[in-house]
């Protein structure tokens, strides 16, 4: 074999590993695909529950007809002068969970600081969005809350 047809199958060689290593790396930052999945209310607790002015969080469960799985989630319930809202205890800014606390009247992330209003506005930290809203259906004094599945 020659130089030249050596230096050829090299570059072929290094050419094929830069596009799967592409490949892979657009199918990692690839978004999930979240709108196939379908949207199902699940009941969450009695409407006489509901928090007037605060928060509650409520863990709750999930099952895909689909797909045999059964998922655990929990959610926030507030309730406040805009009314009551459910919002997802997932950080906007890398997917830890959030936590309510009462003294500082804030959803705090323990992950790098994320700090959340009771409205589920950021007020602190990298944030880049405020917390997820979810849902709410209230049907026979009873509350559903919906998510995907």
């Known amino acids: 074999m020659g130089r030249r047809e050596f230096l050829k199958k090299a570059i072929i060689a290094c050419s094929a590993l830069c596009i799967a290593a592409l490949g892979a790396i657009g199918a990692f930052l690839y978004p999930a695909r979240t709108g196939r999945r379908k949207q199902q209310f699940v009941y969450l607790m009695e409407e006489e529950d509901l928090p007037r002015r605060g928060v509650r969080m409520v863990t709750f469960s ?70 997820k809203k979810l849902p709410l259906h209230i049907e026979n004094d009873k509350v559903y809350v919906g998510g995907k599945v």
Not at 65 to 80: I, L, S, T
Request: net charge positive.
């Open 62 to 131: 999930m099952r895909s007809e689909e797909q045999d799985v059964v998922k655990v989630n929990r959610v926030f319930v507030v309730g406040g002068e805009r009314g009551i809202t459910a919002f997802s205890p997932v950080c906007t800014h890398l997917g830890c969970f959030v936590n309510w606390d009462a003294n500082k009247k804030t959803f705090i992330c323990p992950c790098h600081g994320g700090k959340f209003n009771i409205n589920g506005e950021v007020i602190g930290g990298p944030p880049p969005a405020p917390l």
